[in-house]
């Protein structure tokens, strides 16, 4: 019996160390590999904080420059083809390069940071296309219905200028929409070396079809621009058109086929750049404002402001930007630019 009991009590010692045994063995591994996390941890800190400083030491390294946009093109949050769009660039825009990343460029403009991609730049500063363009913001506050003659020699006697159309939907009165994207227009003009002359900057001024011309012929312009917005009876009529003097115009036919080439480049790239509806180029003897004029000159209908969508659009500052980088390579298309 005496025996049983000392190796009950042996058996317990045995099972007690083998378990303390067992214990130390866990506690050992388990603290290796503490050790061994914390260490790839601290390795992999480490690592991270030595890429972190190459990236900054090589940002302090790279030596900023300028370049300029050679088209339009969009400017993203991050350097790839499927980056968020912050917006769109326009051709001959300067920008500043902080940085590149694998044929993009870091670049700050319109006071943000964002990408643009490299192929559409140039280190070379656009010089001056030696070309001079005149737009004509059509109608005016208060129309004029005293009559000025049609054309040169004319015995057709027309209103010197009308108020225009307005928003079905809007309100806004046309000659305040001609005027906005006339004003807009001038800036990207000039933003690409065109020397702009413009008939009107404010509404408040009485100046005829056949003076707008004038002011054009005085300036020696290469091209007028006569912007202007259309309406129909028809409400649901919608899309964009210019127009241009025939062949058999009585004041101005030596200027027909130019009038018409500007007129298509203008209405095609102005379409391809809003998604307009494109009508094409109508031709027209019976605008003053053309008849008079001595250079290549088109009108351009922007859209039909007694259409819905067309007025909504045309009162959308981005739609806008849109209309006017349209117009703008409406020109450059036509001088070859």
Avoid at 96 to 113: A, H, M, N, P, Y
Avoid at 127 to 156: F, L, M, W
């Amino acid at each position: 019996m005496k025996l049983n009991k000392n190796l009950k009590i042996l058996l317990c010692i045995v099972a007690v160390a083998l378990v303390a045994v067992i214990g130390l063995f866990i506690f050992l591994i388990y603290n290796k590999n503490a050790v061994d996390y914390k260490k790839l941890v601290n390795e992999d800190n480490a690592q991270k904080a030595m890429e972190e400083n190459e990236k900054l030491a090589q940002q302090d390294a790279f030596a900023e420059y300028t370049v300029w946009t050679t088209d339009g093109i969009k400017f993203r949050e991050s350097p790839d083809a499927e980056g968020e769009i912050i917006s769109t660039i326009s051709k001959r825009e300067e920008l500043r390069v902080v940085g590149e990343e694998e044929g993009w460029l870091k670049v700050e403009f319109d006071g943000k940071t964002g990408y643009v991609s490299k192929q559409y730049t140039t280190t070379e500063e656009p010089t001056s296309t030696g070309k001079i363009v005149c737009i004509d913001a059509g109608h005016q506050r208060y129309g004029d219905s005293t009559k000025e003659p049609n054309g040169p020699g004319s015995s057709s006697m027309k209103a010197r200028v009308t108020g225009g159309t307005s928003g079905r939907t809007t309100g806004v009165s046309e000659y305040e929409l001609n005027l906005d994207i006339a004003l807009k227009l001038q800036e990207e003009l000039e933003a690409r070396g065109y020397e702009v002359v413009m008939t009107r900057t404010s509404h408040d001024v009485n100046i005829s079809n056949k003076e707008r011309a004038e002011v054009a012929n005085s300036a020696g312009a290469d091209i007028t621009i006569r912007i202007h917005a259309n309406g129909s009876d028809n409400t649901g009529v919608s899309g964009a058109l210019t127009m241009a003097p025939s062949s058999s115009n009585p004041y101005c036919s030596n200027i027909a086929n130019e009038s018409y080439d500007l007129s298509r480049d203008i209405i095609d790239q102005y379409c391809a750049a809003t998604g307009m509806k494109n009508q094409g180029v109508t031709t027209t003897d019976t605008m003053t404002g053309i008849n008079w004029c001595q250079m290549p000159v088109t009108i351009i209908e922007m859209g039909y402001m007694t259409n819905a969508t067309d007025d909504t659009n045309m009162q959308d500052p981005d739609y806008q930007s849109k209309m006017v980088i349209g117009i703008a390579n409406g020109v450059d298309a036509y001088f070859g630019l």
